[in-house]
Structures are given as C-alpha cells and as structure tokens.
C-alpha cells in the first residue's frame, strides 16, 4: 500500500478513477442483463485494421436473417473483394437464406462484379452525389460496422481505413439502418428515371429518323414529278404532322413521367 499527499500523484489518481467510474456499468443493471440473458450494449473504437477485418467475417457468419452494406467507394468495394469472396455470399444464402442488400458506387469493375455478385446479393447503384466517405455494414439489424475511409488511393485495405466503429446500441444500429433504407429507396428511384430517360431518347431518335425519311422522300417526289400542286404539298405536310405529333405525343408522356417522378 502507498500512501501519498502529494498534490499531483493524488488529482491523477482521482482522474483514473472518476475515468473508470463513468464507464462503468452500475451493479443492478449488469445484475439484471445477466439474469434476463441481455447483452450489454456498447459501441466500441476499434484501430487495428487486422482486427476490423476478423470482427467483420466473424459477424458476417454470424448473421442469420439480414446483411444491409453501403460501401463507400468503387475502390472500397475492390480492396474488400480481396479478402471477401463471392463464396461467402453463396454460402450464406444457400445455407441459411440471409437476406444481402449493397449499395455501391458505379464503375466499370464494379459493372463486371455485379455479374458475379448479382447471383446472390441484391445490388443497386449510388449516385455520384449520395456517395459517402464511409463504408456501413448491418447484422440483421442487431450490430453495426462502420468504417471511415482514410486514403481512397491505397491499394491495400490496411493503409486506406481510418477509425472503425462496432456497435449493438439499438438506437445507433436503427439509426445506421434508417440512412441505407433512405438511400436504397432514392437509389431505386434515380434507376427508374434514368430508365424512363432512355426510352425517351430512343423516342427521340426515332423521330429524328422518321423526320430525315419523310425529308427524303419529299425530296425525292419532288425530283421525280418536276413539280407539285398545292393540293399535293397539303396532303403531304398534313400526313407528316399526323405523325410527327403521334411521336410528340409519346414524347410528352415520357417528360411527364419524368418531371412528376
């Protein structure tokens, strides 16, 4: 035992304690978890990007119901499928059926991954403006992952994380669970205008098409008669309009549709 007044040795003894007492958990409380069979929440900084990288395969076997990502860049998704093969997907869903959402950003690598992954995860794409700098991985809503992304540059997953967060507070995990429902739900629907912007530019061009053919073949006539009654150009202009404003028709539908969605 030491027993000391000096001023100094005493204050940085107080500051542990009141340090060790703040986080602590009070008795009755750890008494009744234990009882009830409740595990403690925490959220815990982990800085050891080995240890990140265990934690996350232990939680993804872990998980029976649903796994939610959002990976924060193409980058991101292309380190992590370094040490994160497809065959974990596989296994999951076919052995227990889990449930696999990603959000991730486009790129031609990721386009080419899809096409494996795709067998087995449900993927959408993240619009360039939606993108984060942080990667989020959900266990059947229970625990969360998240990672912060230090250098997007590096090739290697240890040197390109920051701080890593692992956490089962029900209101952190429900918060993290919130923004990627959000993001899924505006990911779907910027696919869905960008569908409905194709097919009205394949519309355009068709017009477009349709517009030189009837040019032609004015041009054409006209070589072959010499020249055209009045009556002939009116009947000719009054069928192309039909069908230019046949076309337009279509096209204002497709602007509709656009701007309402």
Do not use: C
Not at 83 to 96: A, I, T
Not at 99 to 119: A, M, T
Not at 174 to 187: D, H, P
Request: charged share 25%; proline share 2%; no cysteine.
């Amino acid at each position: 035992m030491i027993y000391s007044n000096v001023r100094e040795l005493v204050e940085h003894q107080q500051y542990v304690f009141d340090t060790l007492w703040n986080k602590s958990i009070p008795s009755d409380e750890k008494i009744k978890a234990i009882e009830d069979g409740i595990q403690p929440q925490f959220i815990e900084i982990i800085r050891d990007s080995i240890e990140f990288q265990k934690l996350g395969l232990k939680l993804f076997y872990s998980a029976r119901e649903e796994i939610l990502v959002l990976v924060s860049t193409a980058n991101a998704a292309y380190r992590t499928s370094k040490w994160f093969d497809v065959n974990l997907f596989k296994e999951s869903v076919h052995k227990y059926g889990i449930k696999i959402r990603f959000l991730i950003p486009f790129s031609d690598w990721v386009k080419q991954q899809v096409q494996e992954w795709g067998k087995f995860v449900d993927i959408r794409y993240i619009p360039e403006e939606l993108q984060t700098q942080i990667t989020i991985a959900i266990y059947d809503r229970k625990s969360s992952l998240v990672v912060e992304l230090k250098d997007d540059s590096k090739d290697s997953t240890l040197e390109s994380v920051g701080l890593v967060t692992y956490s089962n507070s029900a209101s952190t995990v429900a918060s993290y669970v919130s923004i990627f429902e959000t993001l899924w739900k505006q990911s779907g629907m910027y696919e869905e205008s960008q569908n409905q912007l194709h097919s009205a530019e394949e519309e355009l061009d068709r017009m477009k098409r349709y517009l030189n053919e009837a040019l032609k073949e004015v041009s054409s006539f006209r070589k072959s008669r010499g020249s055209t009654s009045p009556q002939q150009v009116g009947s000719m202009v009054s069928e192309d309009r039909f069908r230019v404003e046949a076309t337009s028709d279509n096209m204002v539908r497709y602007s509709h549709q656009i701007i309402h969605d």
